[in-house]
């Protein structure tokens, strides 16, 4: 167990739809990192927060938001969703801005039918 | 762009010794992370090597030559357990965030 949690664990919901997937970092740690994985891609980066504020911005589509609230927890939303949004997302933390270990969580599988 | 090639998939005996190949071409290199993902499980982290040379830990070791832009992680006494994708990951730059490979699958058969 690394620590970090996710939830929800599933999701299914339909195209067009939105949804928010949670995230809370290890106790400690300050920064967030959202990543999205696909069957047939590696880990791809979406984006990163540290402190309440986004460091880092990867290859986070415009219907994809997230945020980092003062508790630290994170919240990935994800709106007119498509099949092709169907993913495990995955939630990691460390306790610096930048990136040495990180921890990830066990990840939400969104499943868009 | 960046480019991190590993092979896609990979098999090994139990017991055995196998090697899982890393090669890099990024725009900066600030150190080189080696992850190990279960099917529908999170990464876990099993090494960082910044500068050249090999770091073992227990049954697991890991390469880097900078020069050369590759990197190795050698698996010894192969259990069933080690059957699992392996994640290679550059750090570009202090402040930039991982570039991970697409990961090599090894299956471990008896």
């Known amino acids: 167990d690394s620590g970090v949690t996710q939830t929800p664990k599933h999701l299914i919901t339909a195209t067009g739809q939105r949804v928010t997937l949670r995230c809370s970092p290890r106790?400690?740690?300050?920064?967030v990192y959202w990543y999205q994985q696909s069957l047939d891609q590696g880990l791809q980066f979406l984006i990163q927060y540290y402190n309440g504020e986004e460091r880092a911005k990867g290859n986070i589509l415009e219907r994809f938001s997230a945020q980092q609230f003062p508790d630290l927890h994170s919240e990935l939303n994800l709106s007119s969703l498509e099949l092709g949004d169907s993913a495990l997302y995955f939630c990691?933390?460390?306790?610096?801005?930048?990136?040495?270990?990180?921890?990830f969580g066990p990840g939400t599988r969104l499943t868009v039918l | 762009g960046q480019n991190i090639d590993q092979p896609t998939e990979m098999t090994a005996t139990e017991g055995a010794i196998v090697q899982i190949n890393c090669t890099y071409q990024t725009s900066g290199f600030n150190g080189l992370f080696w992850y190990q993902q279960h099917a529908g499980e999170a990464p876990t982290f099993l090494s960082y090597?910044?500068?050249?040379g090999l770091e073992e830990k227990g049954r697991f070791s890991s390469f880097l030559s900078r020069s050369k832009g590759y990197s190795y992680l050698l698996l010894k006494e192969l259990q069933m357990k080690d059957s699992a994708s392996y994640l290679c990951a550059v750090k570009i730059s202090g402040n930039t965030p991982l570039v991970f490979g697409k990961g090599t699958r090894l299956s471990v058969i008896a």
């Open positions: 090597n910044v500068l050249d």
């Open positions: 990691a933390s460390s306790v610096a801005e930048s990136y040495n270990e990180q921890f």
């Open positions: 106790s400690g740690d300050l920064s």
